[in-house]
């Protein structure tokens, strides 16, 4: 790959664990939309109502979220330029997720602050990744 410069060490292990860390959103995504009758009977009322009153469009951005960071993070170990693109895709879908949780649903009530910092790391993680892939292309680690 012309004029590209080789990544440095650390350069690897971000990229690695940027894919287990995405592979591990993937998961969440699967065991939120296999989730059969009697576990979601199992939740708390308020709960189950949250996810019973889940729109098709916060599923979809979760979808995009997660299984587009996880391309984009094989992209960064691939060192190819679609990281970037994808990382922000997957950023959009992140930020449509949060929009709903905090602004267009009962689920800072229901969940409560503490219940709120993994969705508050999940928001800075996307952040950091659009940055990472920029910083990449910025020094030529990708092609």
Avoid: K
């Amino acid at each position: 790959m012309s004029g590209e410069i080789r990544p440095q060490p650390w350069y690897w292990v971000v990229a690695v664990l940027a894919l287990l860390w995405n592979l591990f959103g993937c998961w969440a995504y699967w065991l939120q939309v296999t989730m059969t009758e009697a576990q979601l009977a199992a939740l708390p009322p308020a709960q189950r109502a949250l996810y019973t009153s889940l729109p098709t469009w916060v599923t979809a951005a979760f979808a995009i979220a997660v299984f587009g960071a996880a391309l984009a993070s094989l992209m960064l170990l691939l060192r190819r330029r679609a990281a970037e693109p994808l990382f922000l895709l997957s950023l959009a879908g992140v930020v449509a997720q949060q929009v709903h949780m905090y602004f267009l649903s009962d689920t800072l009530r229901v969940i409560g602050g503490r219940g709120m910092v993994m969705p508050a790391l999940v928001l800075a993680m996307a952040i950091f990744l659009v940055w990472f892939a920029r910083r990449a292309i910025a020094n030529r680690w990708l092609g």
